[in-house]
């Protein structure tokens, strides 16, 4: 079974998506005039701003707060273990290629996330949004944002949830000897007890987490790279021999490091795949384009800082050569190499912390098309119940290929029904960030959006007044 569907996930993978993924990160790139470099000084300050506590109401969500349930998400396994994964398959070379991803990725993610704030809609405690609701509103194609619906709600609410649980349990098993069984049991009461909370409490819970979290870990990966100063051009040059090297290209493993590097970035950083969006639109804010931009910013924060303090940790520890270590059981092994025995506690440690947010931020996921395709509170709560329950026991007592596999095959449909809608909508994107630069060149600090700068697409508009 897992053979089989691996062999269709990498059908999907090789080269088809790869090379639509970095096209279209090169497409709006251009098109936005470098948006993800030029203004990744606004990006901080609109950032920093939003991270002030406001006094718009228990039910506002805040720019901050709808960053850290998306970078929740995405600082998670795919960070440690996915990373782990990528170098144990694909080399060292696959890094390179998460950095390619990242960096013309972020473009796509701000794309979709502009587009998720413009069509956002009004709910009973916030606002709700996603692609699905821009293709049904944008493209006017209802049977495209049903079927995106329905395959996000299987990919994160379920499918990718697994994931974050066996890594978890295969961290506590090989720091302490924990039973997967009962691990995933206290891991599936955890998990349910916050997302019956909702959105506001997963928002409460992802800002304390999330920072926390990170900080930590690239403070630890700070001091490992530190004491190892002298091997870093040693590190950037196995990167680049790796994913360019002559016994790539002749050994037909070219493919497999590109593949496996840009499998795992996306993964990790979910530029244009359709996920970051669906929380980006809950922020209340002036401009669509503002989300749009704090929501590239994750995308460096994901893969250009996190991910590679995981691949410099392992590259140093040169244990990526051994056939035996894969997953977070190899990110253990190269931090025990570094730091001591203290390395695989704080590891396991770091992924609870970083793949229990994940979690509870992709239950939201599910739960915003769950409530774009039905209002009925008892689909809600067996969705509950299946994401925060049953697939986190199932993600703890699978097989680690499983469960990736399956991953790998929900992303890549999700990816390319997500792909097809933003570079239809993309033009209005573009038109958002004219408007938005227009404003601030007028020294207007805040920029303002009203619909009726859009005319054509005014009545499919349901905020922005």
Not at 116 to 138: D, M, N, V
Not at 402 to 428: E, P, Q
Request: hydrophobic letters at 50%; a positive charge.
């Amino acid at each position: 079974m897992t053979e089989f569907i691996t062999c269709i996930s990498d059908a999907l993978w090789s080269y088809l998506l790869i090379f639509i993924l970095i096209g279209c990160g090169l497409w709006f790139t251009f098109r936005t005039r470098f948006v993800q470099f030029r203004m990744i000084g606004e990006m901080v300050r609109l950032l920093a701003d939003s991270a002030v506590p406001s006094d718009k109401g228990k039910h506002h969500i805040s720019s901050f707060q709808a960053f850290a349930v998306s970078v929740a998400t995405r600082v998670g396994t795919g960070n440690l273990a996915g990373v782990a994964t990528a170098i144990a398959i694909g080399g060292p070379g696959a890094v390179f290629w998460m950095w390619v991803i990242a960096l013309f990725g972020s473009a796509t993610a701000f794309v979709e996330s502009t587009l998720s704030q413009l069509y956002k809609q009004r709910h009973r405690e916030s606002f709700i949004g996603g692609p699905a609701y821009y293709i049904r509103r944008g493209l006017h194609c209802r049977w495209m944002s049903v079927l995106f619906a329905i395959l996000i709600t299987i990919t994160f609410g379920l499918s990718y949830n697994s994931i974050q649980s066996n890594t978890i349990c295969s961290a506590m098993q090989e720091a302490f000897g924990w039973s997967p069984l009962w691990v995933g049991l206290v891991l599936s009461f955890l998990s349910l007890v916050i997302v019956f909370g909702g959105i506001h409490r997963i928002a409460r819970v992802s800002s304390v987490l999330v920072p926390v979290m990170a900080i930590g870990y690239v403070l630890l990966a700070l001091v490992v790279i530190i004491m190892n100063f002298n091997l870093l051009p040693h590190v950037f040059k196995v990167i680049i021999s790796s994913a360019f090297g002559l016994e790539q290209i002749t050994g037909g493993g070219l493919g497999a490091t590109m593949m496996n590097g840009i499998k795992r970035g996306l993964f990790s950083n979910e530029a244009g795949e359709g996920s970051a969006p669906n929380v980006a639109a809950t922020a209340t804010t002036s401009h669509p384009v503002k989300q749009g931009l704090i929501q590239a910013l994750g995308v460096f924060t994901d893969t250009l800082i996190v991910c590679s303090c995981t691949a410099f940790i392992i590259i140093i520890s040169g244990l990526y050569t051994s056939p035996e270590l894969n997953g977070i059981v190899l990110t253990q092994a190269s931090l025990q190499s570094e730091v001591g025995v203290a390395g695989p506690f704080f590891i396991a440690l770091a992924i609870f912390l970083f793949a229990f947010s994940s979690i509870i931020g992709n239950y939201y996921y599910g739960e915003a098309n769950i409530r774009f395709m039905t209002e009925s509170r008892s689909v809600m709560v067996l969705y509950r119940l299946f994401s925060g329950g049953v697939m986190v026991m199932f993600g703890a007592l699978a097989t680690l290929n499983l469960v990736w596999s399956l991953g790998d095959l929900c992303m890549a449909l999700i990816t390319a029904c997500n792909l097809v809608a933003i570079i239809a909508l993309g033009k209005y994107v573009f038109l958002l960030l004219d408007d938005y630069r227009r404003q601030k060149r007028q020294g207007i600090k805040d920029p303002v959006f009203h619909r009726s700068q859009l005319p054509d697409i005014a009545n499919d508009l349901d905020c922005w007044e």
